[in-house]
């Protein structure tokens, strides 16, 4: 039955998926991290969830994946609750993690193996033609033997995206995927976010602090701030806002007569 | 009564955690190079250990039951008496507890390291479930090496017996005489409830322990507690499952 579903899935053309989260809360004992939120995101698009550090972005793209339950309100996958693990195979639910989660004790080929050898998806050679193809669009070729704690940050991330490629996913949902990178790295990734999307019709979801990456690449951008929605809209229409909240955050001006955090610390 | 929650808790979990594996079980012949690994690491790797301990352990035995002996003049019973300690008690006890020390923590910290970061999240959105990439390899391979071990330790903890008591003049007790009384003592039986033990006790250290690594939440602090944990879990659990497995093969 679940070998029928992915086959159905990978024999088929790939169609992106849109995903509908609806009055989501969530909360940690008495701590609210999420609030009420409900948006949509369209099958194809690149979705980029913005905030400061702590405002629950991770903790909605979690809640995305599946990996944890909401306290209230739900998320949805074309109709489908994403925390169902048919659910995952019908979809292939892909997740690119901040620190990469690669398989420590198993080389990058066998991380990016891992997943159709595991579904037993394909033939052998399908799977070795599966990973050269992934390892080649993401330049990982001369990576191929070598144990996650040999390779640099970018190079985590890079072998990640390429794991989740192989998966040939219709979400794709990325954790601050350029976070303690060097700019030009940074740029690198934003741009295979794009590619991947254009090339594979993939809905990608990205969690991220960089603006650049945000007004660059994305389709339609969400701020999110102590746990509640505070906009959605394209990157255009986010240039314009008037919210102080959020023009604050995209705009930070540095202060040294009137530091930031002396005002945090009072509040 | 938090803390008696929490045992609870852990126990319900490390049950729920068995059945999810062994629901696994008609993928095993996937996961057999990786039962494989474990075997090796946990069973063959452990062998020298066993070894030294167990000949030393014999060893002991003999010379403390030559000493008290000797006073009755019933050195010959000497062989019965370290073959009697040894595969009723010593050898499941101690093979068990050296588990506990040299796969159990490995385990706990592996499985702790892997959850903290985020490496149990991954295989759960490749929808691979980690009861069966992590925990049934390392349940069905304890199941094949704690019955070896014990075999192991048992025979070389009586042939320690059987060293001591043909050097240690005092003794005096030739190697015939003294495997005479083994022989004289064991029955299969015997035999096997000392292996039903072992087999026992292997599997839940090992269940206590990738439980109590994939329930870790946290930093890397919490990986050293995870493994302190699941030592100290699995050695309680072994002596107190010890005393009614024996209680009930009486």
């Known amino acids: 039955m679940k070998k ?6 990978t024999g088929s053309e790939m169609k992106p998926v849109g995903v509908e989260v609806a009055g989501l809360s969530k ?6 991290v999420l609030r009420e939120i409900s948006l949509s995101i369209k099958p194809g698009e690149i979705f980029v969830i913005m905030g400061p550090s702590g405002s629950g972005k991770s903790v909605l793209l979690r809640q995305i994946a599946g990996l944890d339950l909401p306290t209230s309100g739900t998320v949805r996958i074309e109709g489908f609750d994403p925390a169902d693990p048919d659910t995952r195979d019908r979809f292939a639910l892909a997740l690119v993690f901040q620190a990469g989660a690669l398989f420590n004790s198993l080389t990058v080929y066998e991380n990016l193996a891992l997943y159709p050898l595991e579904h037993r998806l394909c033939t052998k050679q399908e ?14 070729e001369n990576a191929v033997k070598k144990f996650p704690s040999e390779l640099s940050g970018g190079m985590k991330k890079r072998v990640a995206i390429a794991r989740a490629l192989v998966m040939e996913p219709q979400l794709l949902l990325y954790d601050e995927p350029t976070s303690e990178l060097d700019p030009v790295m940074a740029a690198t990734i934003t741009e295979i976010i794009a590619t991947l999307k254009n090339e594979f019709r993939v809905t990608s979801v990205v969690v991220s602090h960089d603006r650049d990456l945000a007004l660059t690449i994305a389709d339609r951008v969400a701020i999110v701030m102590r746990g509640k929605l505070l906009f959605v809209g394209t990157p255009a229409e986010l240039r314009q806002e008037k919210n102080p909240a959020v023009t604050d955050f995209l705009n930070p001006q540095i202060d040294l007569k009137n530091p930031r955090y002396l005002q945090l610390e009072a509040t | 009564m938090k803390k008696f929650n929490a045992i609870l808790d852990g126990l319900g979990s490390a049950i729920l955690l068995a059945f999810r594996a062994f629901a696994s079980l008609p993928t095993a012949p996937r996961i057999l190079k990786r039962v494989v690994e474990q075997a090796f690491f946990g069973g063959y790797a452990s062998l020298p250990i066993v070894s030294i301990l167990s000949f030393f352990i014999g060893a002991v035995l003999a010379l403390q039951a030559g000493i008290t002996l000797q006073n009755f003049g019933m050195k010959q019973i000497i062989g019965t008496l370290v073959a009697e300690s040894l595969v009723r008690e010593l050898g499941p006890v101690m093979v068990a507890i050296l588990v506990a020390g040299r796969v159990a923590s490995a385990t706990a910290a592996e499985l702790a390291s892997m959850t903290v970061y985020q490496e149990v999240d991954a295989l ?3 929808n691979i479930p980690p009861e069966r990439f992590l925990v049934l390899p390392r349940l069905l391979a304890v199941l094949f090496y704690m019955p070896v071990l014990a075999i192991v330790a048992i025979v070389i903890g009586w042939i320690g017996g059987a060293v ?3 050097y240690v003049q005092f003794i005096g007790v030739e190697p015939a005489q003294y495997f005479a009384g083994v022989k004289q003592f064991l029955t299969h039986r015997k035999m096997w409830d000392g292996l039903i033990k072992a087999e026992i006790f292997g599997f839940c250290v090992i269940l206590i322990a990738c ?39 009486a």
């Open chain 1, 4 to 9: 029928d579903i992915i086959k159905e899935r």
């Open chain 1, 27 to 32: 909360s940690f004992g008495k701590q609210s």
């Open chain 1, 127 to 140: 799977i070795h033609t599966r990973v050269d193809r992934a390892l080649k669009i993401l330049s990982l």
């Open chain 2, 124 to 126: 759960v959105t490749m």
């Open chain 2, 164 to 166: 001591v008591c043909h």
């Open chain 2, 211 to 249: 439980n109590t690594g994939l329930r870790t939440r946290g930093g890397p602090r919490e990986i050293g507690y995870a493994v302190t944990r699941a030592v100290v879990f699995s050695l309680v659990t072994i002596l107190v499952l010890d005393y009614f497995i024996t209680k009930a093969q």
